[in-house]
């Protein structure tokens, strides 16, 4: 198929090529160089608000002025290491929950009848179709003090008097384990459909109790489900913004809603945009193990 | 052992989806009340959905999301399908997983930092060649084609590579030139992956908040926006309405897209038994000859 392309096709071949791949640089990476390039500017009271990097000092003489100023002003100032750290913290304890939820489910789906498991697929991806803005807002009313939570527990007499939930960190676990579950429900269960059940099967056999089939079979097979799904969740989890702005404390510092403070409200652009340098470095290494999974699974694409 | 089992998956299977689909079911019921007061029930009203078409803020970043979400999500599935046909298709080639790591990144990349590159982009594009000129739905929409293509490559990527490719060499073989294949043969058949990865990127385009504050410029407010700033300051019963309009259109369109995709399977299933049957008719009939 691809000799035959190859002969027939070439120039057309270049010119499919080349599309998406021209976009792809202009919008996608190209921006990153610039962002590394205002990371090393001045701040100034003008538009755009910063320095040129770029100086014609003298004749012919171009002069490169960088300034890495922002870089020690995160260093220096507490709340950057915090809000990193703090983040890092939420997306994994998150990350960590979706996995415990989403693993029972996907398990169940996965053992159910062929039939029954699409549709329940297909309503594991449905709420994910509809609003994510909307559907962190409804957790509003459901948390809020004289909200439907607080009003069952009152009304079953857990508690006497509503407890806080909204703007706590709690209220952010919740808002980020509830919208990211999907995403950690498809990878496990992708894998665990694949499974050889004749496996398990073997396992008992030899002598393994269910439980030790489960913990030396599947789980073990089930590993880079678990991997996908873990980096789905965790890495856009770290620079989450609307979650912890609607549900966290106004105090609750997480580096998306730093960026975001920097950006809008102080119009600080070499800040920010030395905060989105920062919080690249961290991600790009769970990022590219992300791609290789992603590359080896669609491997068999590849090879024809 | 089994007896363990089902029961385990039916208390699994209740809990998780009471989980997902209890907050979308508070929403819906909470816009058919009366009060004010979103969560304390005062008899039920449409009076909601009367203010949410009353109100000409919401209606007009409505119809600019609309806009944005039909004209990006075009354009992402041309482009996402011609990346993802690249990589299903064009076998290794220098560059390869540059491209690859370009159409997944955007998938995980935290949506703050999308937001500022592009912005820095465009403020940057427009002091050295003047466009575009400043900021608005242009922004928008080119910002949504591209993080919304690489979700539209991952669908027809994965399409492509489930999809035999004996019809496509059967074509080549009786002479159709490669473009004729891929609108005669592959399209029609990867079109339920189009269809979907159009679906996705609407959807997408529809929902993001963050990108779009980043490029959207003064007087381009969408509706995700309008949204954000309302319930900031608290729950607001229109926005309940609003929601449960979306959640009743979803629903549709699920219902609606699992009919089609079940139908076009059976009419591509019985076309390929077709053309697979003809085919050897034909090669017995060389044989013989």
């Not at chain 1, 905060?275 to 491997?299: C, H, K, S, T």
């Not at chain 2, 003809?278 to 090669?283: G, L, R, T, W, Y």
């Amino acid at each position: 198929m691809t000799a035959r392309l190859k002969r027939l096709g070439l120039r057309g071949r270049n010119l499919v090529t080349a599309v998406p791949y021209l976009w792809l640089i202009v919008f996608f990476l190209i921006p990153f160089a610039i962002v590394l390039k205002i990371s090393f500017s001045t701040t100034q009271i003008a538009m755009p608000p910063y320095e040129p990097l770029l100086h014609w000092a003298g004749e012919k003489m171009l002069q490169i002025q960088l300034n890495l100023a922002n870089f020690a002003f995160l260093v220096q100032d507490d709340l950057y290491g915090t809000a990193y750290l703090n983040s890092i913290w939420v997306a994994g304890v998150s990350t960590l929950i979706c996995l415990l939820i989403g693993y029972p489910i996907a398990y169940a789906i996965a053992r159910s009848s062929p039939s029954t498991r699409n549709i329940l697929m297909l309503l594991v991806v449905l709420p994910f179709w509809t609003s994510f803005l909307l559907r962190v807002y409804a957790w509003i009313g459901i948390l809020k003090n004289n909200g439907l939570l607080n009003n069952f527990l009152l009304w079953i007499g857990v508690i006497d008097q509503p407890f806080q939930m909204l703007q706590t960190d709690f209220a952010v676990y919740v808002g980020i384990v509830y919208s990211y579950l999907p995403f950690m429900i498809l990878p496990l269960y992708a894998n665990l459909e694949k499974l050889d059940l004749t496996l398990l099967e073997a396992a008992e056999d030899l002598g393994c109790r269910p439980w030790q089939a489960f913990y030396k079979v599947t789980l073990p097979l089930s590993k880079p489900g678990i991997i996908a799904g873990c980096l789905l969740v965790f890495i856009p989890a770290v620079g989450e913004f609307v979650i912890p702005s609607l549900l966290g404390d106004p105090g609750m510092l997480m580096i998306g809603k730093v960026l975001w403070t920097e950006f809008f409200n102080n119009r600080d652009w070499p800040v920010a945009s030395a905060v989105a340098i920062a919080l690249l470095l961290f991600l790009v290494i769970p990022i590219m193990f992300y791609q290789r999974a992603q590359d080896a699974e669609a491997g068999g694409g590849v090879h024809r | 052992m089994k007896q363990g089992i089902t029961v385990f998956r039916a208390i699994v299977l209740t809990l998780g989806f009471a989980f997902l689909y209890i907050p979308i079911a508070s929403l819906i019921v909470y816009s058919f009340n009366e009060s004010r007061l979103v969560t304390v029930w005062g008899g039920f009203s449409t009076k909601w959905y009367g203010a949410l078409f009353r109100n000409e803020q919401i209606l007009n970043a409505a119809w600019l999301s609309i806009k944005v979400a039909v004209l990006s999500a075009t354009l992402a599935v041309v482009l996402g399908t011609l990346a993802g046909m690249v990589l299903a298709r064009f076998g290794p080639f220098k560059g390869r997983t540059l491209l690859s790591g370009l159409t997944t990144a955007p998938l995980v990349m935290p949506e703050v930092i999308t937001g500022l590159s592009l912005l820095l982009l465009f403020v940057t594009m427009e002091q050295l060649i003047g466009w575009p000129a400043g900021r608005g739905m242009t922004t928008i929409v080119i910002s949504h084609i591209t993080f919304t293509m690489a979700f539209v490559t991952v669908v027809v990527q994965s399409r492509l590579s489930q999809m035999d490719d004996s019809l496509e060499e059967a074509a080549m073989d009786l002479g159709a030139r490669p473009h004729k294949v891929f609108f005669l043969i592959t399209l029609p058949i990867i079109f339920p992956a189009l269809l979907s990865g159009w679906l996705l990127a609407f959807t997408l385009s529809l929902d993001d908040l963050v990108i779009t504050s980043f490029v959207a410029g003064p007087g381009s407010s969408t509706l995700p926006m309008v949204i954000f700033s309302k319930v900031r300051l608290g729950v607001s019963p229109d926005i309940n309405a609003l929601a449960t309009i979306l959640v009743v259109i979803v629903a549709i369109g699920a219902l609606v897209a699992g009919i089609f995709t079940a139908r076009q399977k059976k009419i591509r299933d019985r076309d390929a038994q077709m053309a697979l049957a003809a085919n050897q008719q034909m090669i017995e009939s060389l044989k013989k000859g």
